[in-house]
């Protein structure tokens, strides 16, 4: 499994608990170090996920993307999207997590717009989706196997978010 944007390792821990070998990146050394530290056994990188992935294409069953794809404007959303299918074997299974644009307690409005769904946030770029900008995303290559809106209980707020298990379809 390849996983975008691992934090401190919550999700990889629990990735590794299941018995998946998973390669994990993440922009934050010291979310590296932490995530290093609390899964041994998983390999982690420090490095920005627009960057080569460690694993060669085509050889991943499973990359999971919790909050991981929202920083970027929408051609370079789109750059990433094609990279996650040619590193997908066939087949494959994209795992992902994705901002709501009603996700108004995180961002999604009251702040500066860069462009359409993509804000400046406390000085930092954040993308918001809703169900059109996802069905554009993965118009090629992908069959959706389930998406869905929802609210997680993840953080000091309520927050809302698009989870999606997507197909690699070649």
């Known amino acids: 499994m390849l996983e975008l944007g691992c934090g401190g390792g919550r999700d990889t821990a629990a990735l590794a608990a299941a018995g998946h070998r998973v390669v994990a990146i993440d922009l934050s050394p010291e979310a590296v170090a932490r995530a290093q530290e609390r899964v041994p056994s998983a390999q ?13 294409e085509g050889s991943i069953g499973v990359v999971v993307a919790s909050l991981s794809l929202h920083y970027f404007t929408w051609s370079a959303t789109n750059a990433l999207a094609s990279r996650l299918h040619e590193v997908l074997r066939p087949e494959g299974v994209l795992l992902c997590r994705l901002n709501s644009t009603n996700d108004h307690h995180f961002g999604a ?7 359409k769904d993509f804000y400046l946030v406390d000085g930092a770029p954040k993308r918001f989706f809703d169900r059109e900008a996802l069905d554009r995303l993965f118009a090629h290559g992908w069959r959706i196997l389930a998406i869905e809106e929802k609210v997680i209980d993840r953080y000091d707020r309520p927050k809302s978010v698009w989870e999606a298990v997507l197909e690699r379809s070649d």
Do not use: K, T
Not at 44 to 56: L, M, N, S, T, W
Not at 109 to 115: A, L, Q, T, V, Y
């Open 44 to 56: 982690v990188h420090c490095q920005d996920i627009r960057a080569p992935f460690p694993p060669a």
């Open 109 to 115: 409005s009251g702040h500066p717009e860069i462009e």
